[in-house]
């Protein structure tokens, strides 16, 4: 990689000294995946630090969200969101069930509550809404239609680690929530993923459905694949939470360095924070709609400066090769989401991303 390279984000690391501790009791066991010692502590460490009752890992946050769709035995129409990661979308045609595309809001980018009630059918059986950016959904409208409809309502909050509303976790919003530990996220085990979830009597299924199906040496009562965090991961995992609100501050320093930078410039949106909210500050998207440059001009002119900004989310996923011709994937039935998908640009933010480079970034969107 380029040495003057700055990219859209950079993984957190611990100290190379305190992760060498942390796997060392892994050369005495050998005891390397299958549920051991560091993958029984990230998950209790992750119950308290979320403040929520039920956790379970997963190789990746993908793999949580296709085994909660599938443990909660879900079949039929799925209302969600086009912008999202493809991860959201893919989960729900993989599972065997047809996603719905709801419009999103055009501040917080999040579905948009007042336009889900008419997509709901007689086949709808869940809703996935994506916690977008770090911003959480309208969490107790949801819950309302939700209710009065009867439908699971199973969030990507793979954006909100360590988000809350009112001291309330984003993992304890809906029947379940699915997190990314992916490398690129702001608490990370490498790669890998969880969810939480209300009803504790999935936690066997979802065990099961991570290691083949398998419930004991001759019982195998469910087709499961393999989504298994191993110890190394959640030794990272077990590490970086230790230092995971150092991090968010610093992160959040960047953010605001940005924000006094950029707010109040004719056609360029920034992300509001809601009030009560405690942020995670993990991505700075950007809408440039009506300013001087466009969205591709900016990326164009940071990149060569070797600053890679990324075009995040976007194509929408209703938009993606895989899916052409399939009825109900239009993008042109999202126009909110197809705007901010063809407006939006995510500027480098991680903790250590030097003050000076912000400057550069902001002094060359702004000239
Ligand atoms: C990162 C991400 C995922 C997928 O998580 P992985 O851990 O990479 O499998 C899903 N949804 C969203 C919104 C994401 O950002």
Not at 172 to 190: E, P, Q, R, W, Y
Not at 278 to 295: E, L, S
Not at 309 to 336: E, Q
Request: glycine share 6%; net charge negative.
């Amino acid at each position: 990689m380029h040495e003057n390279l700055i990219t859209v984000t950079r993984s957190s690391m611990p100290d190379f000294e305190e992760y060498c501790e942390e796997i060392r009791p892994l050369w005495e066991s050998r005891f390397l995946t299958n549920m051991g010692e560091k993958h029984l502590q990230l998950e209790e460490d992750l119950k308290q630090y979320l403040h929520t009752p039920n956790i379970t890992l997963f190789t990746n946050g993908h793999l949580a969200l296709e085994n909660i769709l599938t443990a909660m035995d879900l079949h039929g129409e799925i209302i969600t969101t086009p912008f999202t990661f493809a991860s959201t979308t893919h989960a729900i045609v993989r599972c065997g069930c047809t996603p719905v595309f709801c419009d999103i809001d055009p501040k917080d980018y999040t579905i948009d509550v007042s336009k889900i009630e008419a997509l709901i059918t007689d086949r709808t059986v869940a809703i996935v809404p994506v916690h977008v950016y770090g911003n959480l959904c309208d969490v107790e409208a949801i819950e309302v239609l939700a209710k009065k409809h009867h439908l699971k309502v199973i969030y990507d909050a793979a954006h909100t680690f360590g988000v809350t509303k009112n001291g309330v976790s984003s993992a304890n919003f809906g029947d379940a929530a699915m997190f990314s530990f992916h490398a690129t996220k702001v608490f990370h085990t490498i790669e890998g993923g969880a969810v939480s979830y209300q009803d504790p009597s999935l936690r066997t299924k979802l065990n099961d459905l991570k290691n083949f199906g398998i419930h004991g040496p001759e019982s195998v009562p469910d087709v499961g694949g393999n989504a298994k965090m191993n110890e190394f991961c959640a030794a990272m995992g077990i590490c970086n939470l230790r230092h995971l609100d150092e991090e968010i501050e610093k992160r959040k320093t960047v953010y605001r360095q940005y924000c006094s930078r950029l707010s109040a410039v004719p056609g360029i949106q920034l992300n509001t924070i809601r009030p009560g909210i405690r942020f995670n500050y993990a991505y700075f998207p950007v809408v440039f709609d009506g300013y001087r440059y466009t969205r591709d001009e900016v990326f164009d002119l940071l990149a060569a400066q070797n600053i890679l900004a990324r075009k995040y989310f976007y194509p929408l996923t209703s938009a993606f090769d895989c899916y052409k011709g399939r009825p109900g994937f239009d993008p042109s039935a999202t126009p909110v989401a197809r705007r901010i998908a063809d407006h939006v640009l995510c500027l480098p933010i991680y903790a250590d991303l030097p003050e000076a480079v912000v400057d550069r970034i902001c002094d060359s969107i702004l000239r």
